[in-house]
């Protein structure tokens, strides 16, 4: 029997979904950045599959901030959190460094990165490589948080400084995936 493949989880990417929606199927790897995942120190030959998600780092880092403060009342506002305390939330979570050697960049550890935003389009392809049927897999595996307001708008959150933070701390990630403000 072949080794499972490797789901390799970047925060707040819906990666509890995936883990759920795949179960027994994957190998699941959460928050542990992708160097440190033994199936993946292996030859590329030697090794199997690997898949992570990104998603666009803006609504990710508005994502956390709503997990990090979902137990308090009266929680720090968004906009001093990420210019404060949430600056080190952000980078010790980002994409660069959960899927790169080191958090350089220059080379992917995952065989696969889909992105958030095409999450049906992933599920189905993941599936397939799989060897599920689309009706193997339940239709409640849809992504929801509950602890952030549904209707909100993350852009709306950002003010000039805190979207320029953002950028900086997710700049690999806005400029390999093309995402924009």
Known sequence: MSELPVFVHVPKTGGGTIKAAFEG??????HKPAI???ALQRPADERPWSFAFIRDPWARVVSGYYWRHQAESRPEGFSPWILGAGT??????????ILTAGGCGEHLLVDTVYQFELYQAA???IAERLGIHDADIP????HR???KPHDLEPRSLYTPEARIR???LCAWEIERWGYKF
């Open 123 to 125: 599920i189905r392809d």
């Open 166 to 168: 953002v950028k900086r």
């Open 36 to 38: 440190e995942v033994a």
């Open 88 to 97: 080190a939330f952000v980078q010790e979570r980002s994409a660069l460094h």
């Open 139 to 142: 239709a409640a595996y849809v």
């Open 25 to 30: 199927h994957i190998q699941s790897q959460s």
């Open 145 to 147: 948080n509950t602890y």
